[in-house]
């Protein structure tokens, strides 16, 4: 990574460095305000002894001939959440019929539903933030930094989980360590290994994703929350490629913050977001002096008598303006929906459509990660020596295949929405990037 970005910019490259369904399939979104479903099964069919879900596109938009398997970069609306919308913007045209609880009450459906997809006790321990940006800069704010203390990141982690903490070791004086991604197979399992190597008595924080933006690589987060305890280090997650398609336990993490953008696999709109705060954030300071993250604001008529005390938890960390009639009722149908799929039957569905698609892209030359290190809805395929990526690129968009490059990567990221014909357009596709018969 490059000087000015990250602090003292040193980089680390150590030489060693349940498939269950419930819930509802329509999403429809029965789910009560504790956070539980009460809806249908969803289409599902038995594979190798396990319940496993059908194909859910019929639940989406998306048109016949494209082959979308990008939800890393966005996801499609659901019909569900796209109709919650438009009864958010149809709601607007009668302001008299929105009631003053109505500013609280999809607000604690959020919280209870994303406390339940992440196994959190607590739903007051949950914040609605506009980006994850948003909800690293509470951390930062409310982080102290001691000169001489370091910060430990992943190489090519997304910038909003880097650029927050460059600024902070730049104005405290301390050291950004960047632990770079190993080489060659086994890259997985080395990469958790090296950063464990990079944390020390001096490590202030760990900030770090589940899955790797770019490729899927998995990080070990039991191994590294504990050592992050051993040394009384904070553990932040990036979780916005992760929460939704693939469990998350914050109990059995025990992150200090968890913050996802909600437009990739929580699968709603642009500029949603939800954030947890274990009790190392209990009463710090918020970004923003919201009027209705006070005690009291209920009572509109008593507003003008101002408090100093907060809500409970962490809705002092609500960004302003988070009671959007609109989005926010996409939240809710969105995590309905996602709920009512588990994560992990989704990883199941993910992992069983792409299992051929993996192999056969080994063999013709294209580097993947070891099973036990990657994702199964989102994972990179190393491109072979030699291959244009301009060229490939275009011809992917030829056949309405969209992935991503990132890097060296290209990265493929499924999702409930595909099937086998999204998968054999691909495999199509990567033999004529070769070359191959």
Not at 106 to 132: C, E, G, K, Q, Y
């Amino acid at each position: 990574m490059g000087g000015s970005a990250n602090g003292s910019g040193n980089e680390y490259d150590y030489e060693h460095g349940s498939s269950g369904v419930n819930g509802n399939g329509k999403g429809n979104g029965n789910v009560d305000g504790d956070g539980h479903g009460r809806g249908d099964v969803p289409r599902a069919m038995k594979m190798q002894g396990a319940l496993m879900l059908e194909c859910q596109r019929h639940l989406f938009s998306l048109p016949d001939d494209v082959h979308y398997l990008n939800c890393a970069y966005m996801s499609p609306l659901l019909r569900s959440v796209e109709e919650a919308g438009i009864a958010g913007i149809r709601r607007k045209r009668v302001p008299s019929e929105i009631a003053p609880a109505d500013f609280f009450t999809d607000r604690d459906r959020v919280r209870a539903l994303f406390a339940r997809l992440i196994n959190a006790p607590d739903a007051s321990r949950v914040a609605l933030v506009p980006a994850v940006s948003y909800g690293l800069a509470v951390v930062a704010r409310n982080t102290r930094l001691e000169k001489g203390q370091n910060i430990v990141v992943v190489e090519e982690q997304f910038p909003s989980n880097v650029y927050v903490w460059a600024r902070l070791c730049r104005e405290a004086g301390g050291e950004l360590r960047t632990v770079r991604r190993p080489e060659g197979r086994g890259a997985g399992a080395a990469w958790t290994e090296r950063v464990l190597e990079a944390m020390d008595e001096a490590t202030a924080l760990v900030a770090m994703p589940h899955v790797h933006w770019t490729d899927g690589t998995r990080f070990d987060l039991l191994r590294i929350g504990a050592r992050a305890r051993e040394l009384g280090a904070a553990l932040v997650i990036d979780g916005t490629q992760s929460v939704g398609a693939l469990p998350f336990d914050v109990q059995a993490i025990q992150p200090d913050a968890l913050v996802c953008a909600a437009y990739k696999w929580l699968l709603a709109p642009y500029g949603t977001g939800v954030a947890w705060y274990g009790p190392r954030y209990d009463g710090g300071v918020p970004l923003e002096e919201t009027w209705i993250a006070r005690e009291g604001s209920e009572d509109f008529r008593a507003l003008v008598h101002y408090r100093d005390a907060y809500q409970p938890g962490a809705v002092r960390y609500d960004a302003g303006e988070s009671s959007n009639f609109i989005l926010v009722p996409m939240l809710v149908a969105a995590l309905e929906q996602v709920l009512a799929w588990t994560p992990d039957a989704i990883q199941a569905y993910c992992a069983a459509l792409t299992r051929g698609l993996l192999d056969e892209a080994a063999a013709l030359g294209f580097g993947v990660e070891e099973e036990a290190w990657r994702a199964a809805h989102l994972f990179g395929l190393r491109m072979p020596a030699g291959v244009d990526l301009t060229r490939a690129q275009a011809l992917l968009a030829e056949r309405r295949i969209s992935v991503s490059l990132r890097g060296s990567a290209m990265r493929v990221s499924p999702h409930v929405y595909n099937d086998e014909r999204d998968i054999d357009a691909l495999r199509t596709a990567l033999r004529v990037i070769v070359g191959a018969p």
